[in-house]
């Protein structure tokens, strides 16, 4: 673990957020095994300290475009359970009136700029969103979270050469969690993918992303540089998904081993090493921590019956929001 | 005879080519132990090796313009592209590069490729994963465009794209992979340019293309319950397209809707439906009708996204209208 910081407020708040992700996904997991759930999803469990670490050094004003496997994001930028998961269920009440679902979750209101089905597809917009910053002297920061499977999608070389001229202030976030679908990643991706990003002469790190303090320590700290005018930077977070590539993908073995998701799951899980820090620490008790988990439970199982029972979005919908007015 | 899923005559028609011709490899990504997220490819490397089943990084563009490559200096790609949505990241390599490589060199260099992809809504998979675009591959000349609608066809129109010295389009639906249809164990190929027709009837034709037979197929049996004779046609190519059936059937009937799963606007529906005005204007009782997806992004929404798509019953009632002249002065 890294260094203690002093605000405890911090560090629970950052527990909880990871809490509530993994919950989240617990329940989104149900849902699709219930047959409740349209369509398929790819779940975040595993990864909660990379979001959480990540978005818990941005404010508001600050942007991230996020992935398929996006609802970690989504939770660690402030969205709620209830518009959550009516987006998933396709309810008029969520977060994108049902139209997008899993897979293109969006929360403006904190910054989230939206999930992406097409693996680097957000790569453009956040530079560009970055570049809009600059434009108008605004010193919002935008964080672009991929897959290590993306790094091998052309737009990224593009967009990181404009970045690293201009000095945009864009933190490319890659999620290397180990997997591309079905494939190892070294398996698709050749050399080294740090060294790829200082070849354009971006500053990079690579960090463990299942050590929630030192995921936010790096973030801050780059962050406050990249509002100065210093960035562009490029995190590799290394990570680990629990589940399939989505929950459809049950048997797996043929392409990973049930003792390397065991040995994850059991000996770096960010949510077990972070809660033993706080107690550690004296920062929380177990039953305080216990208390945290149940609440969030609650939580979730109440806004997970709110959007069984709420409405679809009507048919006069369909054709709506197709041009802005 | 035998029936088989759509996915079971894809892989079938695979092995058979590559097993005939040396030349034929698979590019895609998770296409070799994975076999493809639908599993179509299951079981191809375990017979030919990760030399001729090749598992790529998600570099669409970069795998389809190595295949245009490898097509233009002497051998049969396959490649198999996730989601018929991605296209959209290959277009350069596809129509500005293997479209017209041909032309552009008077007639010498030729680009035997295969690019198989899907298409179809309503599996809950939102605007990126669900969309119907064999239109634009359509519009560009140079580009064959296969639209199989059944096992049957999705095999023997996979073998003649395969020995077509042309880059050819194969869009399967992805709704369909399990569907069973009987299929010869003997060795047939589709030719292209060959509509088929699925039902004879004289009142109306109804042209659909691949998920969209079984609509109108469907659409038939109820409007034969209530006296209207409909006849179903499946293009199964789109280019090249076999006008003479088409309008043979039309000539006929005097009424025809064309349905495709595209969006309905500047979409294949709109493109057979002018041909049909041009050459059998003075046949048509009523105008010819398109029936496409609507003209928006699939939304995920169960709700919504079912309103999206073309259905028997809304066929039916199209058709209905024609016969009766209902239709013939259409605002
Ligand atoms: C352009 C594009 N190609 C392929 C896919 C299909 N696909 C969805 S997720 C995925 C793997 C992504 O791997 P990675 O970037 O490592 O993210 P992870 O799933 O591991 O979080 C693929 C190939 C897609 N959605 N978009
Ligand atoms: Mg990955």
Redesign the interface.
Known sequence: MAKPKTNTEDYLRMYRQMVRIRTFEDNANQLYLSAKMPGLTHMYSGEEAVAVGICEALTDDDRITSTHRGHGHCVAKGAEFKAMFCELLGKAEGYCRGKGGSMHIADQSHGNLGANAIVGGSMGIATGSALRAKLQGKDDVTVCFFGDGATAQGLWYEVMNMAALWNLPVIYACENNGYSEYTKTEEIAAGSIMARAEAFGIESHQVDGQDVLAVNELTQKLVARARKGEGPFFMELMTYRYHGHHVGDINREYYRSKDEEKDWKENRDPIIRFRAFLVSEGIASEEEIEAMNAEIEKDAAEAVAYAEKAPYPPAEEVDMHVYAD | MREITLSQAVNEALAEEMRRDPTVFILG??VA??GT?FKVLSGLVEEFGTTRVI?????E??FVGMAVGAAMTGARPVVDLMFG??IY?VMDQLCNQAAKQHYMSGGKLTVPMVLRTNLGAT???????SQSLQALVAHIPGLKVALPSSAYEAKGLMKTAIRDNNPVVIFEDKLMYQDKAPVPEEEYLIPFGVANVKREGRDITLIATSSMVQVAEKAAVILAQEGIEAEVIDPRTIVPLDEKTLLDSVRKTSRAIVIDEGHQSYGVTAEIASRLNEKAFYHLDAPVLRMGA????V??????ED??VPTPEAVAENARKLCSGELIHAA
Do not use: K, N
């Not at chain 2, 599996?123 to 994963?129: I, P």
């Not at chain 2, 609507?294 to 992004?297: A, F, I, L, R, S």
């Open positions: 990504e998770d132990e994975a997220p598992d790529t990084p998600i570099s563009p970069g949505d991605f990241l599996r809950r998979s939102a605007a990126q994963h609507m003209d928006v992004p939304p995920f929404s169960p709700a919504l309103l999206t």
